[in-house]
Nanobody, 118 residues
Framework: EVQLVESGGGLVEVGGSLRLSCTASGITSADYAIGWFRQAPGKEREGISCVNNNGRHSWHANSVKGRFTISRDNAKNTVHLQMNSLKPEDTAVYYC???????????WGQGTQVTVSS
């Protein structure tokens, strides 16, 4: 059974930091591109960051560029999202996904809540 488990969410004040983790089981995460998405109440889910399978290429949405950094540790089947200088508009449920570029299979985690208080 494939599972993606997000962790590291919580309540933080404006300007604070959190580090989210996405740990995969049932797959070799090094075969997958990993993405981070978020969904705020009443809004559509948006992609904010992704990293390719070997970690050499990454992308961040303009809304988080310069504040969030994605990294991966394939030996631990884990991808991290370091979030700094958090703003109230970063409040959302954060999800990770694993996407196999050849098999076209995609898996999702259950999400972790991030709340930034002003």
């Amino acid at each position: 059974e494939v599972q993606l488990v997000e962790s590291g969410g919580g309540l933080v004040e404006v300007g604070g930091s959190l580090r989210l983790s996405c740990t995969a089981s049932g797959i070799t995460s090094a075969d997958y591109a990993i993405g981070w998405f978020r969904q705020a109440p009443g809004k559509e889910r948006e992609g904010i960051s992704c990293v390719n399978n070997n970690g050499r290429h990454s992308w961040h949405a303009n809304s988080v560029k310069g504040r969030f950094t994605i990294s991966r540790d394939n030996a631990k089947n884990t991808v991290h999202l370091q979030m700094n200088s958090l703003k109230p508009e970063d409040t959302a449920v954060y999800y990770c996904s694993a996407d196999h570029p050849v098999l076209k299979s995609t898996y999702w985690g259950q999400g972790t809540q991030v709340t930034v208080s002003s």
